[in-house]
């Protein structure tokens, strides 16, 4: 099946500082997800990018399509102690997804 | 609700039984799915419906596992003679126009002893 590799596998930060992770994939997709996973939680949704290329923000998460199609990367700005959780990629084919492994986010005060 | 609910929340078993995991989608969402995930993971599909077409069960791991959904609303995953290597959370999503944003419920945790 198809592999998603992200990177990295965890971080440890202090509040405040900025976060960036990524994800990698042998194969052309078209739409990229990034999603965030609390303990005992299902994951939601944070941002959904369609248009390689394309840089797409919520608050203070940011998104880029990379141009290949092949890879995207998230940034998180000012890390506060809420960001703390796992942070999957995911890709949609027919109109299923495939998650990469993770990235777990934690943060020190 | 407003939301995907599952349930049971946690349930715990022992080998050889069967088991039966719930999940109520969105009112109105038309797009169901079902995935695994294990300790440390990400999410595995296991099973897709849409509609009233057949469902998508290319990512069922084995024939002891199943899925319905009746009435396009409520869908029920059975495991029949469980194993320990079946010990996951399963995720139940939900979607409506766009299928790539999906709403996942909090997850039924199955422990197989």
């Known amino acids: 099946g198809q592999q998603l590799n992200q990177s990295p596998q965890s971080m440890f930060i202090q509040e405040g500082e900025d976060v960036s992770m990524n994800c990698t994939s042998s194969s052309i997709f078209n739409t990229w997800l990034w999603y965030k996973q609390d303990p005992g939680e299902g994951p939601v949704l944070l941002i959904a990018?369609?248009?390689?290329?394309e840089l797409t923000s919520n608050g203070r998460l940011t998104a880029q399509f990379g141009i290949t199609r092949k890879d995207s990367f998230l940034n998180i700005s000012a890390s506060i102690p809420s960001d703390v959780g796992i942070y999957f990629c995911a890709v949609s084919l027919a109109s299923k997804l495939t998650f990469g492994t993770g990235t777990r986010l934690q943060v020190t005060l | 609700g407003a939301g995907v609910s599952q349930s049971p929340s946690n349930k715990v078993t022992e080998k050889g039984k069967d088991v039966e995991l719930r999940c109520d989608p969105i009112?109105?969402?038309?797009?169901l799915y079902w995935y695994r995930q294990s300790l440390g993971q990400g999410l595995e599909f296991l099973i897709y419906?849409?509609?009233?077409?057949?469902?998508?069960k290319s990512g069922l791991p084995s024939d002891r596992f199943s899925a319905e959904r009746t009435g396009g609303s409520v869908s029920t995953l059975t495991i029949q003679r469980t194993q320990q290597e079946d010990s996951a959370v399963y995720l139940c999503?939900?979607?409506?126009?766009?299928?790539?944003?999906?709403?996942f419920g909090p997850g039924t945790r199955l422990t197989v002893l």
């Open positions: 999503a939900s979607t409506s126009t766009r299928p790539n944003e999906q709403f």
């Open positions: 419906f849409q509609g009233n077409s057949a469902p998508d």
């Open positions: 990018l369609y248009k390689a290329g």
């Open positions: 009112s109105g969402h038309t797009a």
